[in-house]
């Protein structure tokens, strides 16, 4: 295949905004989630992030990276105000409203787009109530990265609520089948088809495939 | 939608591997490439990661995660040893193999299953050579999250390797023609199609697509 590369010095060059699509695309699919939250008098807000990331099972941990000088300003606030957030899949067909919560709202992108919340077990945050997998999770501890004053957050899962039906007899949710989206970049929404699911692997094997 | 929800207590009592596939399938789709690495001696390493994310573009960063006590232990410890590691991506046809990496080979997983390695520009850590999208990165720093002993790494991108044709004019790699695979959990190989792409949100205005 024919190649081009690109250094440090090319990348300088570039305009900024060609920069960002380029880099937020770089390293393949991300998930697409709603962080809601609200402040101690009670003030909501809705947030989306691609950086969802698992830390562990046992017990159970997500991280995700908070960039504290853009827009997702609110949702950190929150986060260090009460300590609580839910994580919210976004579906094939939320992904208008869930890409419109990027815009700079003042007040809650709750009321301000017509979303739809729901409180559970009086956990202090909202869930987006037409999301199909919600969590809830408490904040466990926080890094700042040095290189970029970015802000990496870990949670502790406390609940998860699904649609009855998504989860194999192994435990997996199956994202695809409720059409739960992929991200490129910033902007570009993705729906999945199962290309294979593999055997836990070991060396000198061949591969099973999972039926 | 009638729902169902799991609880700490829950979490608790489950058979390990059955949490370990919930959780790792619980926030959505992610993406999916292979670490490449070597000791001082020159010893290459191999190793699928499904945890890289987006941390920075102005200059540009990554960030992934690392299990100490797991699989992809040799690739720690090359990076701590010559702080240099690539990113490859993994497309559609190469995922048996990629997902074999995750397999407890003694050596190199490069011999071990036949996948062409090459080097570029003197970077000291070795490329996957069918991979399409190819990034070096100097290791930045090191987070031990304390929760569960995992490791964020932040990597700084000091080159990325691609084929001709495929960015767009406003920068987005184009992963989805690249047939670059979305995960879910540690076994489930997905391809994409693109729904849709927007502008960016401003508040109070509608939405516009892409075009």
């Known amino acids: 295949m024919k190649r081009q ?21 770089l390293a393949g699919f991300k998930s697409c989630n709603l962080i809601g939250t609200q402040n101690s008098a009670g003030q909501t807000n809705l947030a989306i992030f691609f950086s969802v990331i698992h830390v562990g ?7 995700l990276l908070f960039r504290p000088h853009s827009v997702p300003r609110h ?12 994580v919210n899949a976004v579906a094939e067909g939320m992904e208008g409203l869930a890409h419109h919560t990027s815009a700079k709202f003042q007040g809650s992108e709750f009321s301000a787009l017509g979303i739809a919340l729901e409180y559970k077990d ?12 919600q969590i809830a999770c408490k904040v466990e501890e ?12 870990v949670g502790a899962i406390q609940a998860v609520h699904l649609p009855k039906g998504y989860i194999t007899s192994d435990g997996l ?13 910033l902007n ?16 000198h094997q061949e591969l099973k495939e999972k039926k």
Do not use: M
């Not at 999945?192 to 070991?202: G, S, W």
């Open 5 to 25: 590369s690109f250094y440090s010095h090319d990348f300088e060059n570039w305009e900024g905004r060609y920069r960002g699509t380029f880099f937020n695309s």
């Open 173 to 185: 949710i199956e994202h695809d089948k409720l059409n739960t989206l992929a991200v490129n970049a």
């Open 142 to 153: 926080e890094h700042l990265i040095k290189a970029n004053q970015t802000i990496f957050v």
């Open 57 to 63: 099972a046992n017990p159970p941990y997500l991280g």
């Open 75 to 86: 949702t950190l606030e929150n986060i260090r105000e009460n300590g609580c957030f839910t």
């Open 188 to 203: 570009s929404y993705y729906s999945t088809e199962l290309v294979r699911r593999f055997e836990y692997a070991q060396p």
């Open 122 to 133: 009086d956990f202090p945050a909202p869930f987006v109530k037409s999301s199909s997998v």
